[in-house]
Nanobody, 121 residues
Framework: QVQLVESGGGLVQPGGSLRLSCAASGSIFSIYAMGWYRQAPGKQRELVAT???????NYADSVKGRFTISKDNAKNTVYLQMNSLKPEDTAVYFC???????????????WGQGTQVTVSS
């Protein structure tokens, strides 16, 4: 099991920036990839960005060019730098850890508690 704790959410004006952090503990050496997801009120959770253990990144089209996912293995921490924020970015952001395709499906995914990001003027 991997434990994840997000931080860094808050209220920001459109065009502003915010950096989210996700600290991982537990079975951190088993992590295959990590990512950020978000869920707006009344909407399905959606992928924002992922980063593999090989540092390959993937982004949703809606955030490409504005958000950057990164990680610091020494600190067991994943970050999401969010720039040029828009009101439609408002959501609860969740950190995810994927232990990879060789792990039992029910044990593969871990989730943080979520951190609220509100973009409003």
């Amino acid at each position: 099991q991997v434990q994840l704790v997000e931080s860094g959410g808050g209220l920001v004006q459109p065009g502003g920036s915010l950096r989210l952090s996700c600290a991982a503990s537990g079975s951190i050496f088993s992590i295959y990839a990590m990512g950020w997801y978000r869920q707006a009120p009344g909407k399905q959770r959606e992928l924002v960005a992922t980063i593999s253990n090989g540092f390959v990144t993937n982004y949703a089209d809606s955030v490409k060019g504005r958000f950057t996912i990164s990680k610091d293995n020494a600190k067991n921490t994943v970050y999401l730098q969010m720039n040029s924020l828009k009101p439609e970015d408002t959501a609860v952001y969740f950190c995810n850890a994927d232990r990879g395709p060789l792990v039992i499906p029910t044990m593969r995914q871990s989730w943080g508690q979520g951190t609220q990001v509100t973009v409003s003027s």
